[in-house]
Nanobody, 125 residues
Framework: VQLQASGGGLVQSDGSLRLSCAAS????????TGWFRQAPGKEREAVAC????????YYADSVKGRFTISRDFAKNMVYLQMNTLKRDDTAVYYC???????????????????WGKGTLVTVSS
């Protein structure tokens, strides 16, 4: 079971990046999934998440209107489109899921607890 994020890099403020996450060893379509990030000196935080069956979507207040999460069931991939990037978005981004049935992802919370290796996003001014 593995999650591998990619697509990070250096981008200027107001620029865009698209992160990708490939799942192996299991089918992402059966589980909630999402993206977390951890900035230097800060705790890991949920950024954007999808519930099982994509019934609910969670976005952190700081990224609403700028980031969009999506997934491709056929390719077993999940994506994070990031637009209008800010310096505060600089962090290591992790793809995540959970193998527990409860609690579920809701528009108010993202309780995922299994993370793959991250990809670094650096936003410069």
């Amino acid at each position: 079971v593995q999650l591998q994020a990619s697509g990070g890099g250096l981008v200027q403020s107001d620029g865009s990046l698209r992160l990708s996450c490939a799942a192996s060893g299991f089918s992402l379509s059966h589980f909630p999934t999402g993206w977390f990030r951890q900035a230097p000196g800060k705790e890991r935080e949920a950024v954007a998440c999808l519930s099982s069956g994509d019934l609910f979507t969670y976005y952190a207040d700081s990224v609403k209107g700028r980031f969009t999460i999506s997934r491709d069931f056929a390719k077993n991939m999940v994506y994070l489109q990031m637009n209008t990037l800010k310096r505060d978005d600089t962090a290591v981004y992790y793809c995540a899921t959970t193998f527990h049935s409860r609690p579920q992802v809701t528009p108010d919370e993202c309780p995922l607890d299994y993370w793959g290796k991250g990809t670094l996003v650096t936003v410069s001014s």
